[in-house]
Every structure is written in C-alpha cells, then in structure tokens.
C-alpha cells in the first residue's frame, strides 16, 4: 500500500522557518521524482520544488527561489521542504508528490505564516 505522510507543518511568525518532511512506503522511492505543491485558499495549486530521484536536480518556483530547499534521503525513504524566511503568502496546504509512471499524492500538511 502506497503512503504519503508528511509532517511538520504549523503556525510561524513571518521571518520564521519550518522543515516538512514526508515519509513514503509502497513503491520503490528512489526511482520517483519528489515534489512539494501548495495550494492557498481561492487559489490554484502551485509546485513548489522538485527533485530528482537521484537528487542531482532540482527545481523551485520563483516565488521561493533562495528561501526554501528540497532534499531527500533514499536510505529513509523520505523528503523535505526546508523554508526559511516565511511570510504570509507562504501560507497554505502543503502537499508531498511522486511520480515515475504512476503518481502518488499526500493527504497535505497545513502551514500558516502569521503574526
């Protein structure tokens, strides 16, 4: 059975950071490319950054480019959002994805970026 569990979502002042994690199981993790999507209230969903199975290449959205970093370790079957200097508009449902010939979707993890 596949999985898809992140964690480590939360309430932060803005300036602050968070580390999401996902942990997966059911399908061969390092043969999938990982990535984090978004999505805000009244907005569309977003990618966010994608790594590579071998985490040689990545990929960010602009709009997170120097503030947040994708990694993964394939011995733990899991990957990470690290955000650094959060502000408001980072607030959102944060949700893990995998993909090779099939896709997988974590069940989301709630970020609120709020004084």
């Known amino acids: 059975q596949v999985q898809l569990v992140e964690s480590g979502g939360g309430l932060v002042q803005p300036g602050g950071s968070l580390r999401l994690s996902c942990a997966a199981s059911g399908f061969t993790f390092s043969s999938y490319a990982m990535s984090w999507f978004r999505r805000a209230p009244g907005k569309e969903r977003e990618l966010v950054a994608r790594i590579a199975g071998t985490g040689g290449t990545t990929y960010y959205a602009d709009s997170v480019k120097g503030r947040f970093t994708i990694s993964r370790d394939n011995a733990k079957n899991t990957v990470y959002l690290q955000m650094n200097s959060l502000k408001p508009e980072d607030t959102a449902a944060y949700y893990c994805?995998?993909?090779?010939?099939?896709?997988?979707w974590g069940q989301g993890t709630q970020v609120t970026v709020s004084s």
């Open positions: 994805h995998a993909v090779n010939l099939l896709e997988y």
